[in-house]
T-cell receptor
Framework: KAGVTQTPRYLIKTRGQQVTLSCSPISGHRSVSWYQQTPGQGLQFLFEYFSETQRNKGNFPGRFSGRQFSNSRSEMNVSTLELGDSALYLC?????????????FGPGTRLLVL | AQSVTQLGSHVSVSEGALVLLRCNYSSSVPPYLFWYVQYPNQGLQLLLKYTSAATLVKGINGFEAEFKKSETSFHLTKPSAHMSDAAEYFCAVSATGANSKLTFGKGITLSVRP
């Protein structure tokens, strides 16, 4: 079974631009979560989607948004990019939402904002 | 709210030596606990997870962890380190319920000396 895939793997943008990252979960997984990883702040939860609905959101500004499609694929969008948005963005999927479910992570999208 | 503390940011061991990576958690309810490993330029891979079925949890690649409620700890061990174990290790916690959010520790970089 194929793992979680994320596209693109690398991205360079300039301040003020917006960016869209894509995540395809493992086949049959319906819950998708997003995390931001930076050297300073570590791994931080962005949001979780299930059945096309955002179930939970981390402490990030409104510039960060996401959505989930009927096939469980998910996208996240960052508008008005800032230098501090440079990070590795990780997507994780699980069969169902819930704290005991194992989350399987993709390889991430590395975003550099210049 | 849940939190995880991983003491120290870097651990160095000799090949064949015991690996001990410490993790302490804080949770108002019985938690689910996870250890993930991250190799350079990759996503997170699950090593093992605790879901209250057994206090000693065995994972992949010879790793195991013991849940100690009295010490609020979930330390990761491996009897004999291998060069391929060099990576960054993250302890994570999620509370019970329908919330999939993982709260991660800062991570520990493991180096293995030949």
């Amino acid at each position: 079974k194929a793992g979680v895939t994320q596209t693109p793997r690398y991205l360079i943008k300039t301040r003020g631009q917006q960016v869209t990252l894509s995540c395809s979960p493992i086949s049959g997984h319906r819950s998708v979560s997003w995390y931001q990883q930076t050297p300073g702040q570590g791994l931080q939860f962005l949001f979780e989607y299930f059945s096309e609905t955002q179930r939970n959101k981390g402490n990030f500004p409104g510039r960060f948004s996401g959505r989930q499609f009927s096939n469980s694929r998910s996208e996240m969008n960052v508008s008005t990019l800032e230098l501090g948005d440079s990070a590795l963005y990780l997507c994780a999927s699980s069969p169902e939402p819930g704290s005991g479910e194992t989350q399987y992570f993709g390889p991430g999208t590395r975003l550099l904002v210049l | 709210a849940q939190s995880v503390t991983q003491l120290g940011s870097h651990v160095s061991v000799s090949e064949g030596a015991l690996v001990l990576l410490r993790c302490n958690y804080s949770s108002s309810v019985p938690p689910y606990l996870f250890w993930y490993v991250q190799y350079p330029n990759q996503g997170l891979q699950l090593l093992l997870k605790y879901t209250s079925a057994a206090t000693l949890v065995k994972g992949i690649n010879g790793f195991e962890a013991e849940f100690k409620k009295s010490e609020t700890s979930f330390h990761l061990t491996k009897p004999s380190a291998h060069m391929s174990d060099a990576a960054e290790y993250f302890c994570a916690v999620s509370a019970t319920g329908a919330n999939s959010k993982l709260t991660f520790g800062k991570g520990i970089t493991l180096s293995v000396r030949p």
